[in-house]
């Protein structure tokens, strides 16, 4: 990637930068809704997403590793800036394959991305109008302008995004009417995403709480984002036009604007919105600590004093969990290479790992999957179902599996003095040693490393470290 | 009044066993004198009441018995959470790192520390799958990680790497059913500690009993290793 001339500047955003503050907006995230689905109807893009996205079966996850990546894509020191775009460009380099219909995508497509960048811009344009403060042309312009230099940063040019604002719309409304389908993707984010969300991790011990708000949140998450996507897209996608969901649409992005607009900054901050759904993130004490705190109390009130449930321990996964909530990365019901891909990816995005250890984890997985695929894929269709991981997991754990483990170890290991220890060990978790460690020592060794994830991956132990990093 | 008492419950199995009873019927009659000592050492005063309920040496007892009692464990936390919580009682758990603890009932555990961790009347500390040395030797490890050197460590700074080190020192520790042995409770914490020994098994345990044992505590003379003139006198000025 050879950098532009903006790049070489220390700040290209500049400090005053439009995008930046975007970002932190939890406001944003309606945009960013609105923007997935428009991506998605993008041929290649909803291809790709379907096949290799983990997006239906772990959104929380994936919103956090997006909202960093972007933070870090925007960060005022260059370094950071292009690290995170060489990342970026990994992780999509590898991202490819073709469609139902034999159709090639490919996630490092420059037309597919300057889309994606596209319908970002749109949608914030489109935020700020929604929520009664519509951006005059000078702001609108210069945030145009930071939308193609984030492209820039990741393509090394901006050249499939039309130079000005004034150029841009027809390219938009071009794409829109000629190249904008019905894919998969989009129903599956519309119908099946928001129906399904799984629980954010605050209200993972509450289920019964959060089948309860999703039966309300999930129908009317689905009818805002689409009553706030353009007219003609709505007609050729044949998306349902439900009474007052346009009134319900407008209320919601008002009602955003003008949080946004009333609120103290730090409670409408991202930042907060996303420690107050995963205590895991939280950084420092936020406005919401208190709130949390508190919540948490009433959480753990509600657990106490509901009838119990039986005693029976889950010290193993049942098979079928296990399959459902860390084999199969993707939700499509078998394990395949975007499934161990996802895995290997959301550990070298956790462990912000350089490319040669990147590259030495994903060629660990890629074996892996080759052993599986030799030895479990007992009809040659090119995937391991449930039933077939199930009938070998009691000869695994094999050569190849462990050999993952001892990558995972390497590169965790960030000290190289052979033992895991505390801060290494919360870098790969998130969280502090705990009833995890049964041993005498406080340290990992590399053969209590492999043991445990060995059995963790065989779902003979259940592991609330592993579960929260592959789950 | 002492600020920190401790009680190490014993006796359940000869009380059950007097009325040939399965010793865990022992276990189950012990709650009654928990949820009557709580209460009594709350009124009392006592704002830091500690309760030695499951021993690291504990697991060596017969399976059966020891799943009865995570069981009733369990159940009494359930049962007795809310009151608890109403009365202003914080509640901690000491020890706790074994994984044959079953994980509904370190969910239950947490909870219950979850929902009182604000309250301050009264601390109620239960030890369990506790023992004194290893938490020695964990804060001893602690000590050694964070690089202190050697001639800064005093009995200070060594008490700060231990579990809760806001802790006072435990003041009185009530052995029930006679037996007089320390058992590797709370090592660290009982060195100064008075210790009385009534005859009554735990489960047979009541307020009065514990009212006499405060009494007691009062009547004698705590002289912390002096010999020439009490240093506190725990007397009728309290």
């Keep these: 990637m050879t950098p532009t001339a903006a790049e070489e500047t220390l700040d290209v955003f500049g400090p ?25 109807a993008y ?62 995508y490919d996630a490092a497509d420059a037309e597919a991305r300057a889309w994606v960048v596209a319908t970002l811009f749109e949608s914030s344009v489109t935020m700020y109008r ?62 099946r995403l928001f129906a399904n969300v799984p629980a954010p991790p605050l209200l993972r011990n509450s289920p019964a709480v959060w089948a309860a708000s999703r039966a309300v949140a999930g129908p009317m998450a689905a009818a805002i984002t689409i009553a706030s996507l353009p007219e003609p897209l709505c007609r050729r996608l044949a998306l349902p036009d439900v009474p007052g969901a346009r009134a319900l649409m407008h209320g919601a992005y008002l009602g955003a604007a003008w949080a946004s607009r009333l609120l103290p900054n730090d409670w409408v ?91 030495r984890l994903f060629n660990a997985y890629a074996a892996w999957w080759r052993e599986l695929q030799a030895g479990l ?86 592991s609330t470290a592993y579960s929260s990093l592959l789950t | 009044m002492p600020r920190h008492v401790a009680c190490v419950m014993d006796g359940n ?78 509640c901690r758990f000491l020890g706790m790192s074994d994984p044959r603890i079953p994980s509904r009932l370190v969910q239950d555990i947490t909870d219950l520390m979850t929902l009182t961790s604000d309250n301050r009347q009264m601390t109620l500390t239960v030890a369990f799958d506790h023992g004194g040395r290893r938490d020695i030797v964990q804060a001893a490890r602690s000590l050694i990680r964070t690089a202190t050197p050697a001639e800064q460590v005093t009995e200070a700074t060594f008490a700060q790497h231990l579990p809760y080190p806001d802790t006072p020192d435990v003041d009185l520790v009530i052995r029930t059913s006679g037996e007089q042995r320390i058992s590797n409770f709370m090592l660290w914490q009982v060195a100064y500690a008075e210790w009385v020994f009534p005859q009554v098994l735990w489960p047979d345990f009541r307020a009065t009993h514990l009212w006499e044992c405060l009494d007691a505590y009062r009547r004698r003379q705590r002289r912390f290793g002096d010999v020439r003139r009490p240093t506190t006198t725990t007397g009728e000025e309290s």
């Design chain 1, 16 to 40: 005053d930068s439009m995008l930046r503050s975007l970002v932190n907006e939890a406001r944003w995230g309606l945009a960013v809704a609105r923007a997935t689905v428009l991506e998605a």
């Design chain 1, 43 to 104: 041929p290649q893009i909803g291809a790709a997403l379907i096949g290799n996205s983990t997006f239906v079966t772990y959104p929380w996850r994936r919103l956090r590793n997006t909202l960093t990546s972007t933070q870090r894509l925007l960060d005022p020191d260059q370094h950071v800036r292009n690290r995170e775009a060489t990342r970026l460009n990994r992780l999509h380099a590898r991202i490819a394959g073709s469609d139902p219909q034999g159709r090639r």
């Design chain 1, 130 to 191: 929604l929520g009664g403060e519509s951006l005059d042309r000078t702001a609108t312009d210069r945030l145009y302008a930071e939308f193609r230099t984030v492209l820039a940063l990741l393509e090394g040019n901006s050249d499939h995004l039309p130079p000005t604002v004034r150029e841009f719309w027809p390219y938009f409304d071009d794409i829109v009417h000629h190249r904008l389908e019905n894919t998969e993707a989009v129903r599956v984010i519309l119908f």
């Design chain 1, 269 to 359: 901050s991202v930042e907060s919105f996303m420690s107050l759904l995963d205590p895991d993130h939280s950084r420092e004490a936020g406005p919401w600590q208190g709130v949390r705190r508190k919540a948490g109390q009433a959480a753990a009130l509600f657990r106490l004093v509901t009838p119990a449930p039986d005693e029976d321990d889950p010290v193993t996964y049942s098979a079928d969990r296990f399959f459902a909530e860390v084999l199969d990365q993707t939700g499509d019901g078998h394990i395949a290479w975007p499934d161990l891909a996802a895995m290997a990816r959301e550990i070298a995005t956790r462990l912000d790992l350089d490319e040669p250890d990147e590259e």
């Design chain 1, 377 to 462: 894929d007992s009809d040659g269709d090119g995937r391991v179902t449930r039933q077939e991981y199930a009938a070998a997991s009691t000869s695994l754990p094999s050569a190849g599996l462990i050999k993952v483990a001892d990558v995972l170890f390497d590169v965790t290991d960030v000290d190289d003095d052979q033992a895991i220890d505390a801060q290494e060990y919360q870098k790969l978790f998130r969280r502090a040693f705990h009833r995890d460690l049964t041993g005498t020592a406080d340290t990992y060794s590399r053969s209590a490393f492999v043991r445990q994830f060995l059995s963790f991956m065989s779902g003979q132990q259940h």
């Design chain 2, 13 to 90: 199995g000869r009380w059950a066993a007097q009325r040939s009873l399965p010793r865990t019927a022992g276990h189950e009659a012990a709650e009654t004198a928990v949820i009557d000592v709580i209460e009594a050492a709350r009124s009392a005063g006592v704002t830091w009441l500690s309760l030695y309920a499951f021993s690291t040496e504990n697991w060596r007892r017969p399976a059966g018995e020891v799943d009865i009692l995570m069981r009733l464990v369990r159940r009494a936390i359930r049962k007795h959470a809310p009151a608890l919580h109403a009365r202003g009682v914080r």
